[in-house]
């Protein structure tokens, strides 16, 4: 008798989703530097899970072949994830240029009230060209790849690898917080998260005009 759960299906598509988000990117930067001051870690961990878990069933049931074929929206999304990386990455550079510590970060003009840090986690997942190509078209395609009972096996595989890195580097994230109290660290780490930010923005349009 054969065992209802094909976990060999269900482990192909976490390994396969762990690949794309363990990369280092805005959405990662943004929930570790959430971690590391421990500002709502909780909901940012899980907005940022939910969002790729939501992206992820989206994509696996057939929607990244539509998205994919779409001008407008590739061209929307480009232009608004752009946009939006940049001007995160001037306040991280903003942030770089006044030294602060661990304890002083409370006040260094990120999001600090739960419906800020909410709304610029989903921004973070909604507004990143490249969230929809890891999750909606590449996920998407390769899911939809397996027949059909297989793929909400290969989604929830996928969707688990979201769930354990998420929360795994916004608490993780405090296990480095004693060599945050250095201003110079926050300087550097801020200094970083705003070249990644531009550095994405930057590759999502020269990639864009360039296909």
Do not use: K
Not at 17 to 35: D, E, K, P
Not at 73 to 84: D, N
Not at 139 to 153: H, V
Not at 192 to 200: H, P, R, V
């Amino acid at each position: 008798m054969s065992f209802p759960l094909d976990f060999s299906v269900i482990f192909r598509g976490f390994v396969l989703s762990a690949t794309l988000i363990v990369a280092i990117g805005a959405q990662n930067a943004f929930v570790l530097r959430q971690g590391l001051t421990r500002r709502h870690v909780f909901a940012t961990a899980l907005v940022c899970a939910m969002s790729d878990a939501f992206l992820i069933s989206v994509g696996v049931a057939g929607a990244g072949a539509f998205f994919a074929s779409s001008p407008l929206l590739t061209t929307i999304a480009t232009w608004g994830g752009a946009i939006f990386l940049f001007v995160y990455g001037l306040r991280s550079f903003w942030s770089a240029l006044r030294p602060n510590s661990l304890e002083a970060a409370q006040g260094d003009g990120q999001p600090q009230t739960l419906r800020s840090t909410i709304l610029a986690a989903l921004a973070f997942s909604y507004l990143n060209p490249h969230v929809y190509l890891d999750t909606v078209v590449l996920l998407g395609s390769i899911g939809a790849g397996f027949s059909a009972a297989e793929r909400p096996l290969f989604a929830l595989g996928a969707m688990s690898a979201s769930f354990v890195w998420f929360f795994g580097l916004a608490y993780g994230a405090a296990w480095l917080a004693p060599l945050f109290r250095r201003p110079i660290v926050w300087q550097i780490l801020d200094g970083l998260i705003g070249l990644i930010m531009w550095a994405i923005a930057a590759s999502l349009l020269i990639d864009f005009y360039a296909g």
